[in-house]
């Protein structure tokens, strides 16, 4: 027998030429690979093996020619490991024909349908989620809304009450908008209420990150005459760092009027901003 031509018999046929030695580099790799993939085959290889071995030392020992008798059962032997080891990889086949049988792919097909019903429900929640964070959205900005109209239309009343209500009103809003911050701007330089002016000072500091609030904070120290605005508008500008404000902190230290008190508090203001 030899393994020349492997690519007309079947690999099984290789287990004399593999004891024997006979196969080469490529087919002893292949089949090597073979036993290892299938352990019966192994098995019944290393059994055909150790019997050779056994005949081997008993050719040693004895240097009489063998008998007919011997012959006809070695090869009555090897017939049938030959006919095992294709039983085995006819065995091998069957479990590979089993494994990818109807039912099998019926599994398969039910395991990726659930997959499939998971993405779409998945993306079904996910477009849920975002209509309903869509609507909410939408109304915070309709109540910001009304709340910025209700600011406006108070801050015009001409009840002092009605005023501190809006700013106060105005002071409950995340992030006013530009229309309510520069009503509350207007009513730190004009409203003729002191306690509403300090109410919307109050409220636009916590704005003061602002750029725009900032400024108007700064152009609104010439509007102040009253003592308590000046002194609470020149904390605050120490309390931010704003070196802008210097000028007109200087110019309010011109006015002949000023009370000693808020004079000394501004030039303590200017030195620390200096």
């Given at each position: 027998m030899s393994p020349n031509d492997d690519q007309h018999q079947p690999q099984s046929d290789w287990v004399m030429d593999y004891l024997n030695g006979e196969l080469d580099h490529s087919q002893s790799r292949t089949f090597k690979e073979i036993l290892a993939a299938?352990?019966?085959l192994k098995k019944e290889v290393e059994a055909l093996q150790?019997?050779?071995?056994q005949l081997t030392r008993a050719e040693q020992l004895d240097q009489a020619e063998p008998s007919t008798d011997m012959d006809k059962n070695f090869y009555q032997m090897l017939n049938a490991e030959v006919k095992l080891s294709k039983q085995t990889k006819t065995?091998?086949?069957q479990r590979l024909?089993?494994?990818?049988?109807?039912p099998v792919l019926r599994r398969f097909g039910m395991a990726f349908g659930f997959v499939a019903f998971g993405v779409f429900v998945g993306h079904y929640w996910h477009l849920l989620n975002q209509q309903t964070t869509l609507q909410a959205q939408q109304v915070a900005m309709k109540d910001q809304q009304i709340q910025a109209l209700t600011v406006l239309s108070l801050l015009d009343m001409p009840s002092a009450n009605k005023r501190m209500l809006a700013v106060s009103l105005a002071n409950t809003t995340n992030q006013p908008d530009a229309v309510v911050v520069d009503a509350l701007l207007n009513t730190l330089r004009q409203d003729q209420n002191i306690n509403v002016r300090l109410e919307a000072l109050d409220v636009l500091a916590q704005l003061s990150g602002q750029d725009k609030v900032r400024?108007?904070?700064?152009?609104a120290i010439a509007y102040q005459q009253s003592p308590m605005l000046q002194i609470a508008i020149?904390?605050?500008?120490?309390?931010l760092n704003e070196k802008q404000a210097i000028?007109?902190?200087?110019?309010l230290l011109k006015q002949p009027d000023l009370m000693?008190?808020?004079?000394t508090q501004l030039e303590t203001t200017v030195e620390g901003l200096i």
């Open positions: 299938d352990p019966d150790q019997v050779m071995q065995t091998t086949i024909s089993q494994l990818f049988s109807l400024q108007g904070l700064i152009q020149a904390n605050l500008m120490l309390q000028e007109p902190l200087q110019n000693q008190p808020v004079r």
